[in-house]
Nanobody, 125 residues
Framework: VQLQASGGGLVQAGGSLKLSCAAS????????MGWFRQAPGKEREFVAA???????????YYADSVKGRFTISRDNAKITTYLQMNSLKPEDTAVYYC????????????????WGQGTQVTVSS
């Protein structure tokens, strides 16, 4: 599986961005898809994840810091995962990575088998 993240950019606090993660490979629908982020000088942290339909019924998971503001979704026909980010805050500034995992827990980065290259999100105050 190859992943290509896009959609990052510069936005003012309170604004919105939608990230996309395009995947290759026919087994996309078997993978849980996750978004992680890494700010300068900080460790990579979990943001959101979504499981396949046949794995916990397509459940979604969010970090407490983004609950109610971010929404993860997937389109199996387009083999793409999305992260809609609303009410952005300066502390959301980071490089955002999408990743694919065959097993959980989906909140743990070491469970992910494949990673995209990252897309920069910068939120100005």
């Amino acid at each position: 599986v190859q992943l290509q993240a896009s959609g990052g950019g510069l936005v003012q606090a309170g604004g919105s961005l939608k990230l996309s993660c395009a995947a290759s490979g026919r087994t996309f629908r078997s993978y849980a898809m996750g978004w992680f982020r890494q700010a300068p000088g900080k460790e990579r942290e979990f943001v959101a994840a979504i499981t396949p339909i046949n794995w916990n019924g397509g459940s979604t998971y969010y970090a407490d810091s983004v609950k109610g503001r971010f929404t993860i979704s997937r389109d199996n026909a387009k083999i793409t995962t999305y992260l809609q980010m609303n009410s952005l805050k300066p502390e959301d500034t980071a490089v955002y990575y999408c990743a694919a995992a065959l097993r959980g827990p989906v909140t743990e980065h070491y469970k992910y088998n494949y990673w995209g290259q990252g897309t920069q999100v910068t939120v100005s105050s």
